[in-house]
């Protein structure tokens, strides 16, 4: 059974790798360069040991094993979710055949790039967040982002297994690549903008965790219909992993608005900057940000090469089975709002097929509502007016129908000047990233935390707050 998974080899891995010499040797020489990458790329902070899931078992009940790790001796590994051997094609013109075990010829070089963007994501993340570690919050935050890091590292793992398995040479240098590109690297920068920029401080941390990790979610769901099994099978255990990540960005922003909710009342003020806290305005701003550069993730609203994967079963929609509707979309239609150059909306009815990306977008929407209700909902419960809320999707858009306009919070189309002036109202300035960063202290004893930030209502796998998550 592939359940379980065997840590006596060098790279642990739940696909008999041991049973493939050459692809054992390929991957055994990669791993020294992943370290390499590891040392120098990932976390800036040294520790001695940091409480740590690790994967023991694919399987629903169980999966994981906490304890101290030595973060470099941390077993980065191969794991596949379980393989159904009945397991058929769920949309596209593929419909109905079983499930691909090899890579078809004809669509290895779009499948082979898929795959080659979901893995670039990865540690394009790690090295984003490589400073934050001097700066955490508490022990447990310290430890929450070792997680996600070295999550991430192994996600980047999942995917070098699918290169150097299914796609020969080209698919080795692709794995090279993942480790030579570099986030913000003037050179050779990460594929997609997003993962380019810095995450600077912890209350970006959190909204990258929100925002940005739960595009990867909607990213890996839909991998996980492709006809390609390998491929589903890893984005399936991958998103189970995920769910961590999130977890950290929704209690992490609850926390944020918890304590400024706290000191909003204390001090009976909006203001609670100079009480070393997060204005509330700060936070919308950070939403703001955080939220538009992750739709960009989505890509354009009308997708030929969405289209195209869809059809040959490359990649299908978020939660495909679950949808009512023939799983082909040669005769749907949908509708598609644009700006206007003489700032008015209009609305185009497009073939659905055509819009692959706007449906996967809107899925990821109604998801990130849910988080600012959490949050409007502690407001609440403070007796405190002031809501959070969701710029409008054509709101600071680099990418799509909408990049080229200016369009305000609300989704109204402004011209160039006050589109200027509205700009330091509505995106965190180079002056709250400068205030934000004065807040970041680090709080290495146990069981205390910065003032900016609530602590959690709970630890890690049953152990209380003030744990030594972290030694130091
Ligand atoms: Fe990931
Ligand atoms: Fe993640």
């Given at each position: 059974m592939p359940e379980k998974i065997d840590y006596d080899s060098k790279i642990p891995n739940?696909?008999?790798?041991?049973?493939d010499r050459r692809l054992q040797r390929a991957l055994e020489g990669w791993q020294p360069k992943f370290m390499n990458w590891w040392a120098e790329m990932g976390p800036t902070l040294e520790t001695h040991g940091v409480y740590l899931r690790t994967a023991?078992?694919?399987?629903?009940?169980?999966?994981a094993h906490f304890d101290h790790v030595n973060v470099p001796d941390y077993r980065w590994g191969i794991f596949l979710a379980?393989?159904?051997?009945d397991r058929t094609i769920?949309?596209?013109?593929?419909?109905?055949?079983p499930a691909w075990q090899q890579v078809p010829g004809e669509y290895r070089a779009d499948l082979q790039r898929l795959i080659v963007i979901q893995g670039d994501t990865e540690p394009a993340s790690v090295e984003q967040q490589k400073l934050l570690g001097l700066s955490a919050p508490s022990l447990y935050d310290l430890r929450n982002l070792f997680q996600v890091n070295v999550e991430e590292g192994r996600h980047l793992w999942a995917m070098v297994y699918l290169l150097h398995a299914y796609f020969g040479r080209e698919g080795r240098e692709e794995a090279e690549g993942l480790l030579h590109r570099n986030s913000g690297?003037?050179?050779?920068?990460?594929?997609?903008?997003?993962?380019?920029?810095?995450?600077?401080d912890w209350l970006a941390f959190y909204m990258f965790t929100y925002f940005t990790d739960r595009d990867g979610k909607y990213q890996l769901g839909t991998l996980k219909e492709s006809a390609f099994d390998p491929l589903s099978r890893t984005c399936e255990f991958m998103l189970k992993e995920e769910a961590h990540h999130m977890f950290v960005g929704t209690t992490g922003v609850d926390r944020v608005v918890q304590r400024s909710a706290e000191l909003i009342r204390e001090h009976d003020t909006m203001d609670i900057a100079a009480h070393g806290g997060i204005p509330l305005d700060l936070i919308q701003k950070y939403i703001n940000f955080h939220y538009t550069v992750s739709l960009d993730l989505f890509g354009s609203e009308t997708s030929t090469n969405a289209a195209n994967y869809y059809t040959a079963g490359l990649k299908g929609r978020w939660m495909e089975p679950r949808r009512?509707?023939?799983?082909?979309?040669?005769d749907d239609s949908a509708e598609l709002r644009r700006p206007r150059e003489d700032g008015t909306w209009e609305t185009d009815e497009l073939q659905k097929i055509l819009l692959l990306n706007l449906d996967l977008r809107g899925e990821y929407i109604a998801d990130c509502q849910t988080g600012v209700k959490r949050w409007n909902r502690i407001l609440e419960d403070a007796g405190i007016s002031f809501r959070l809320a969701l710029p409008h999707p054509g709101f600071n858009r680099q990418v799509g129908i909408n990049s080229g306009h200016h369009i305000t919070p609300d989704g109204t189309i402004v011209d160039e000047q006050t589109w200027q002036d509205g700009q330091k109202h509505w995106l965190p300035s180079s002056e709250d990233f400068a205030f934000v960063r004065s807040l970041m202290h680090p709080v290495y004893e146990r069981g205390k935390i910065a003032s900016w930030v609530a602590p959690p209502r709970q630890g890690i796998n049953g152990k209380p707050f003030d744990y030594e998550y972290v030694y130091l």
């Open positions: 739940n696909v008999s790798l041991a049973d023991v078992s694919v399987g629903r009940d169980g999966w379980e393989r159904d051997p769920a949309f596209g013109e593929h419909k109905g055949e690297s003037p050179d050779t920068p990460r594929i997609l903008g997003a993962f380019n920029e810095e995450t600077a009512k509707d023939d799983h082909q979309l040669t």
